[in-house]
C-alpha cells in the first residue's frame, strides 16, 4: 500500500499494532534498530463459514540500507518457522510482480515453488494517459509439509 503523508503513516502504524500475531518488525540485534517488517494476511482455503484459517500469504520490506545482507532471508526463515510450527499454517503463498527479482529469489531461496504468472493481473497506479497500469503477478508458495521437510 502506498502512503501518501505521515499521517497516513502513523495510521499504518497503529493498524499494524493491531494485530501483533501476524505482524513484526526486523531488527537489528546489536542496536535495536527497526529496519523492515514482515506481516501478511491469513485466510480460509474453504468457503465454509467455520472452516479453519489455515493459509498465509506473507509480505516482506527492508530498508534499502540493509539490502543485500540477507537480513530478510533470516526474518522470513523465523517467520516461516512460527507460521508453520505454531500457529497451524498449511499453505504459505507469494504474490511477486514480475519485475521484482529481489523478492522472487528470497521466495525461492525459501524453497517456495513457483506455481504460475498471472497476465495484466493488478493494478496500484496509472498509465499517464489515466487508464490502469495491469502489472503481471508471479504466485509462489510451499506447504507445511514441504517446509518441515527442507529442515
Ligand atoms: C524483497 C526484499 C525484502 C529482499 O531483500 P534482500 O536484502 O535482497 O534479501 P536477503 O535478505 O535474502 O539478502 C539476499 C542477499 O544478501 C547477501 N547476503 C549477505 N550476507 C548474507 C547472509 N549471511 N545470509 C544470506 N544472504 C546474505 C547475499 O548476496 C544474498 O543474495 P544471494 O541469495 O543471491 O546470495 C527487498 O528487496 C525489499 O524490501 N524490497 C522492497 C519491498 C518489496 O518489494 N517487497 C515484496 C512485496 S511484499
Redesign the pocket.
Known amino acids: 500500500m502506498k502512503l501518501n503523508s505521515l499521517a497516513e503513516a502513523e495510521a499504518a502504524v497503529l493498524e499494524r499494532g493491531a494485530r501483533p500475531e501476524y505482524c513484526f518488525a526486523i531488527v537489528l540485534k546489536e542496536s535495536g534498530k527497526v529496519i523492515?517488517e514482515i506481516d501478511g494476511h491469513l485466510e480460509s482455503a474453504s468457503p465454509e463459514e467455520n472452516a479453519p484459517c489455515d493459509t498465509f500469504s506473507p509480505?516482506?520490506?527492508?530498508n534499502k540500507a540493509?539490502?543485500?545482507?540477507?537480513?530478510?532471508?533470516?526474518a522470513a526463515q523465523a517467520f516461516f518457522d512460527y507460521l508453520f510450527g505454531e500457529k497451524g499454517i498449511r499453505r504459505v503463498y507469494a504474490y511477486?510482480e514480475d519485475y521484482?527479482l529481489?523478492?522472487q529469489?528470497?521466495c525461492e531461496?525459501l524453497g517456495m515453488r513457483r506455481e504460475g504468472m498471472f497476465l495484466e493481473f493488478v493494478s496500484f497506479v496509472n498509465n499517464a494517459d489515466g487508464t490502469p497500469l495491469y502489472e503481471n503477478t508471479c504466485q509462489y508458495a510451499i506447504l507445511k509439509r514441504e517446509w518441515d521437510a527442507r529442515k
Open positions: 523492515g509480505c516482506w520490506m527492508l540493509y539490502y543485500g545482507k540477507g537480513y530478510a532471508f533470516e511477486t521484482n529481489p523478492s529469489h528470497l531461496k
